[in-house]
């Protein structure tokens, strides 16, 4: 500890000096001391004199200065993978007893020098490995990493230890992907990398949704290993009927099958299909040999038709969008050749209507008195003194037959919808699109995505966007020339994702229904059997609000019929319900709440699919962790060979202890025994002047 001023050192002298002056003043004027005597006038004058001379340092703000030293130990990180395929095939008690106390001592072994932490990672990251039950549904290493990241970067990290097969189903190769820790990684071998004796479905794939009446189709990779000359048969089964069925002979060692079908959807509702092959004798693992998959067969698509004043190419890009979706049907047809009924389509996308010489005005007129919600797309065909008349919260007046290149970027504030491709980041280097010249007005109310940008100047002139009128939903788009942004979002990611997002999800927006219930239950209709069952709901009176602290009940039936009663917590206005986890299956449910003396009820169904990702691949893959702990300066080792890592640790020289150093300034006046030692000495000073018969 030692004390800063910038005051310059005759300053501080004089500070002496004054405590001098004072006290020599008050006590030593009279030399012989007649009043104390020259022993009680020494005490006195030595009191006043420090009590002085502190309380002139103090004017002068002196600092003081405090160094606190910290010792951190190296931190030594030892993970282990706690996922199922550990022990697939593989003796259990090895893990749960010789190898854990082999783990253990590895511990231990790094002595009091060294800060030890244990993890257990899987689907999630846990510290401590005490209670490992090999039981977790996938292996997520990037996960483990970027916790690690998160709870040392900063620190005396000296060294990981993993110990894991190889095997990662989720996230991503950490050898190519994680390099910011730059400590060393030293990795454990563990899992067997013999091809074992197995007869296996290692993928199935089909499409979420099915319509009622059409065939889906499904495409199913069967795999054989070591099972040369064996024969299975696969079935395809639904609700205990067999739906398909065919032999497959293994002719190699090890072999792969495709086998592409389709199926009848011929049920409403979300259908349980089960796809299993035949065991055979001496397989390492059974579990593999099925596999379940639900289908969710709806009743119909909803339907979407697009009016169109002349054929363009905006409006296959527009198409080529919306197909993209299964829940839309598209139909595109000429304004003049429509003869159709408007009623049969949830919305309607109007390009480059109402055109010059009245053509989709009386369509337009008759879809906004059936309330059918309508996307407008501008073009120089468009007629916009009739346009202007629709009074839809846009308009364009002046005119003057011509378009002006008008480059797009984001609204930051819209947030109607969330965005999950990068449609958001590229709007700004897309074509300009061609939108009409004139005077341009928009109500206040209006929902703006993307606005018109000239040149480097963003304005607030809306390019696309939104408006609700008279309880029905538009949509503009105030130009043309989207297949240019279609072919452009293509060159920059290899893909039509990013436009394809920007259509659909206005479709999806303006062909919502508006929910006017007032009992809602929301939650997902599909759960990953590691996941918890999470339901909300939303409780309104009569005047559509929100109405707290009832009670809200949940019944849910599994396939066997078994029922499961629940009540949701409440929040205020807000309802949840967390069920759990359940078995994989399908199941339906029933809501009730009271609300003004009714009992509301909502149904649904929902399903929870299996994880299967630990049981496919049961061949340990030690190259991965042999490469990833060379990548960063490690070795692997195997489970009896623990010792080693120990002494490769301890003989690193750059491991070791930190010192620390934390500067800390502060006032001398806020030195609290300082001022409590000038309060101690003026009243000593004063008791003693008090006992001398003076003041």
Known sequence: MSIITQAPAWLMMLCLLAGIVYAGALYFRDRFNRTYGTPLATALGVLRFVCVTLISLFLLKPLIKTIDRTVEKPIVVIAQDNSQSLVVGADSNYYNNEY???????????????????????????????????????????????????????????????????????????????????????????????????ALITN???????????????????????????????????????????????????SFHKIPLTLDASEVGLQRYTISISRLQDEITYANNSKDIFIDVLDSRQKVLMLAHAPHPDLQAIRSAISENESYQVDVQLAKEFN??????????????????????????????????????????????????????????????????????????????NWETSFPSIVRILP???????????????????????????????????????????????????????????????????????????????????????????????FNENEDIVFDAELYNASYEAVAGREISMK????????????????????????????????????????????LSERGEFSVSPLQLEIINTIADHRLLNQFARENNGVMVSPSEMKKLTEEILAKKEIVSVSYENKQLDELINVRWLCALIIILLSTEWLLRKRAGTY
Request: proline letters at 3%; hydrophobic letters at 35%.
């Open 204 to 254: 199935v794939a089909a499409n979420r949704l099915a319509y009622l009446g059409n065939r889906f189709p499904m495409e199913i990779i069967v795999e054989g290993r070591k099972a040369k000359g064996e024969i299975v048969t696969l079935t395809v089964s639904r609700k205990g009927n067999t739906l398909y069925s065919q032999t497959i002979p293994y002719t190699e060692e090890r």
């Open 340 to 417: 159709g009924n408007l009623q049969d389509y949830s919305m309607i996308v109007w390009h480059q209507l109402p055109s010059l010489g009245g053509i989709g005005s009386s369509l337009i007129t008759t879809a906004m008195e059936k309330k059918i919600p309508g996307l407008f797309v501008w073009g120089a065909a468009t007629d916009f003194n009739a346009f202007n008349a629709l009074s839809l919260g846009v308009s364009l007046g002046n005119y003057r037959s011509n378009a002006t290149d008008i480059q797009a970027s984001m609204q930051e504030s819209f947030t109607t919808f």
């Open 556 to 599: 849910i039936k599994n396939d066997e019929g078994n029922d499961f009663s629940y009540l949701f917590s409440a929040n205020g206005e807000l309802y949840r319900l967390n069920a759990g986890r359940l078995p994989v299956g399908n199941y339906t449910y029933e809501a009730k709440a009271s609300s003004e003396g009714n009992v």
């Open 432 to 526: 300009p699109l061609q939108v009409p010249f004139g005077d341009l007005s928009f109500s206040p109310g209006i929902q703006t995505a993307v606005v018109q940008q000239v040149g480097t100047i963003k304005t607030s002139k809306p390019l696309i966007a939104f408006n609700e009128i008279r309880e029905s939903k538009f949509g503009f788009i105030l130009g043309e020339g989207l297949w240019r942004w279609r072919s452009s979002c293509f060159q920059q990611s290899e893909s039509h994702d990013s436009f394809n997002e920007l259509v659909t999800k206005s479709i999806q927006y303006l062909a919502a229904k508006d929910d006017k219930s007032l009992f809602r239950v929301n939650g997902k209709n599909d």
């Open 100 to 198: 854990k106390n082999q783990l253990a001592e590895l511990a231990a072994s790094f002595g009091e020098d060294y800060d030890v932490r244990t993890f257990k990672f899987g689907e999630r990251v846990q510290e401590g490995i005490d209670s490992l039950s090999y039981d977790e549904q996938f292996t997520d290493y990037s996960d483990f990493l970027e916790e690690i990241y998160t709870r040392f970067s900063g620190r005396n990290l000296g060294a990981i230890i993993m110990a894991s097969d190889g095997l990662y189903n989720k996230g991503s190769n950490p050898v190519h992907s994680y390099k910011k820790l730059n400590v060393p990684v030293y990795t454990i071998a563990l899992g067997d990398t013999t091809i074992h004796k197995d």
